[in-house]
């Protein structure tokens, strides 16, 4: 009998065109919910017109949907550590598929907060099991980069809400832009057929032959053999309490940290997404030139990531992560500044860069930081408490801009969170990450042994 250890299998892999599948799968989900994110900050001026709200009545419909994805990334990341990550997505896809169409037909601030809050369950609930997904898949020498270049499609998906804000609002009325997120519902069955099953969810619920299918696409030169034995590291095995587990084996403080680093990017990163345009329209420039700094902002976040994955991979993640952090902290502050025209499109990039970028390179980090086991369920809770920040950042900017202060205070309300995200990813214990621990846990186990 063959014991196979299905995750350093999955470690040692060459990239090939199982891989791209996944990565590509996952890119386009990504892509999708950046969309229907970024949607309500695009069409934010607009909305605000038509239905007469104020700047912090506006910032509470926006955070409506932080709301949904706090509950959706802790329940929906959580269950699907139960039920099959393959599903999970599957059911957070339609939810902000079909919502997000259906805040577009509101007529009213509250039913377009409730199709909000809905839609938010999906968005939130998708991002953790994406990232669990690519981190179990991926050849592990170029984990970060698949991550991030997977997440950069949520930066891709907020580009595409701003180039096609600017025709469709003007043509056809705010509400189209949120008609269009109806669209992805048609990939639901491809999905189901193309994107493979958690490992060891195959293993537990006893789907051996789906596995050696999955093992033999991931691994062409492994070749199934009778009697195999799956082996899977004890701290990835789904035994117990998943949402314990996060502050067992020493990992307590550092979830902490997590917890606190997320919610830190997360208000920088909605802060900017909801208020970039209306403050750069409040600085003189016309919709379409705030418009186009939203688009600037997005392009350097799809940067930022694929950057920050690459020195990931290259250098030790936590330190890179302190460095784009700082960067953060810097480039914000000064976008409250007067500058030339082109210095402040490089600066909004910057931030774009260090806000969602580094969001990005956080989730890798995170990804790599828990077991396989509770991975899904480690990111969920991270993500789900880092969106209490989220949902702050529209209120409280909001008030910030309510009260007419100057443009620099607001900048640098944005910008305080990233020096306090880069102690904390300076204080996780990486040493307890699953990352650092599997040379020591998976050196018990044979690759292949007879028995």
């Known amino acids: 009998m063959r014991h196979i250890d299905i995750h350093r299998l999955a470690d040692g892999a060459s990239f090939n065109r199982f891989h791209a599948g996944i990565l590509a799968w996952c890119a386009i989900i990504i892509i999708c919910d950046g969309y229907d994110l970024a949607v309500a900050g695009i069409a934010l001026p607009s909305i605000m017109k038509e239905m007469g709200v104020t700047a912090q009545n506006a910032g509470f419909m926006v955070s409506s949907a932080l709301f949904g994805m706090m509950f959706g990334a802790i329940f929906l990341g959580t269950i699907a550590d139960r039920i099959g990550r393959r599903l999970a997505i599957v059911i957070c896809l339609a939810l902000f598929s079909v919502f997000t169409a259906a805040a577009g037909m509101s007529g009213d601030p509250y039913m377009f907060s409730l199709n909000r809050f809905l839609a938010g369950l999906g968005i939130g609930g998708v991002m953790p099991n994406v990232v669990a997904q690519m981190t179990e898949y991926s050849p592990k020498k170029i984990r970060a980069t698949m991550v991030t270049l997977m997440f950069s499609g949520y930066a891709v998906g907020g580009m595409l809400a701003a180039v096609l804000g600017k025709g469709l609002i003007e043509g056809y009325g705010w509400q189209s832009v949120f008609l269009a997120a109806a669209a992805p519902i048609v990939l639901i069955p491809f999905i189901l057929k193309s994107l493979p099953e958690s490992m060891p969810f ?146 909004v990039g910057l931030a774009g860069a260090s806000t969602i970028g580094t969001q990005i390179v956080t989730y890798a980090y995170a990804g790599q930081f828990y077991p396989t086991a509770i991975r899904s369920t ?48 300076s204080l996780v214990s990486h040493g307890k990450s699953a990352s650092a621990g599997n040379a020591i846990g998976k050196a018990a186990l044979a690759d292949t042994s007879e028995a």
């Open 202 to 347: 195959l293993v537990k619920n006893n789907r051996l032959a789906e596995l050696q299918r999955i093992l033999a696409r991931m691994e062409p030169s492994h070749r199934a053999e009778p009697g195999d034995c799956f082996e899977v590291a004890r701290a990835d095995r789904a035994d117990g309490a998943p949402i314990g587990r996060l502050f067992q084996d020493g990992r307590g403080f550092s979830t902490i940290m997590f917890w606190i680093a997320f919610f830190m990017c997360l208000f920088m990163v909605y802060a900017l997404s909801s208020w970039l345009a209306k403050l750069m329209a409040g600085a003189g420039y016309s919709l379409g030139s705030a418009l186009t700094f939203v688009l600037v902002l997005n392009f350097g976040a799809v940067i930022g990531a694929v950057g920050g994955g690459w020195l990931a991979d290259r250098f030790h993640i936590k330190h890179v992560l302190v460095g784009m952090y700082a960067l953060a902290a810097v480039s914000i502050t000064l976008l409250g500044y007067p500058v030339p025209t082109t210095v402040l499109f490089v600066l």
């Open 378 to 425: 480690g990111i969920g809770w991270a993500s789900g408490v880092g969106r209490s920040g989220a949902i702050l950042a529209p209120i409280v900017i909001g008030t910030l801009v309510g009260m007419a202060l100057p443009l620099q205070q607001n900048f640098v309300a944005i910008a305080i969170p990233a020096v306090i995200a880069a102690v904390s990813i």
